[in-house]
């Protein structure tokens, strides 16, 4: 939730809905998906959220959706200006060799 501005454009949501202090939440995926339910996409409210009275967490496309949005949309770097140990993992494996990492 650190990109706030690429997050919300994937959600369909305005920026204002992302709270400014990502770290602080106590159950991160369940403010992702009350976030979500508010979405102006029917899409993304169906794959982020659960349908009403199932006991399940997360929507059917919950695990999908956001593997699309980190690989196409997120933006580390700008995340990691907002979230401290997530800038702590960028520094760390900047400094780990490629190989290390399992990177050709």
């Not at 454009?9 to 992302?18: D, Q, S």
């Not at 770290?23 to 998906?33: N, T």
Request: charged letters at 30%; proline letters at 11%; aromatic letters at 6%.
């Amino acid at each position: 939730m650190g990109d706030a501005e690429s997050l919300s454009a994937f959600l369909g949501v305005r920026p204002a809905k992302i709270p400014s202090r990502p770290e602080a939440i106590v159950d991160p995926k369940r403010v992702l998906i009350d976030i979500a339910r508010e979405s102006r996409r029917r899409t993304v409210r169906e794959e982020f959220a659960p349908p009403p009275g199932s006991r399940v967490r997360v929507g059917p496309g919950y695990a999908a959706a956001l593997i699309a949005y980190a690989g196409e949309q997120w933006r580390p770097k700008v995340a990691a200006a907002k979230c401290e140990s997530l800038d702590r993992l960028r520094r760390y494996l900047s400094l780990v060799p490629k190989r290390e990492r399992g990177v050709p």
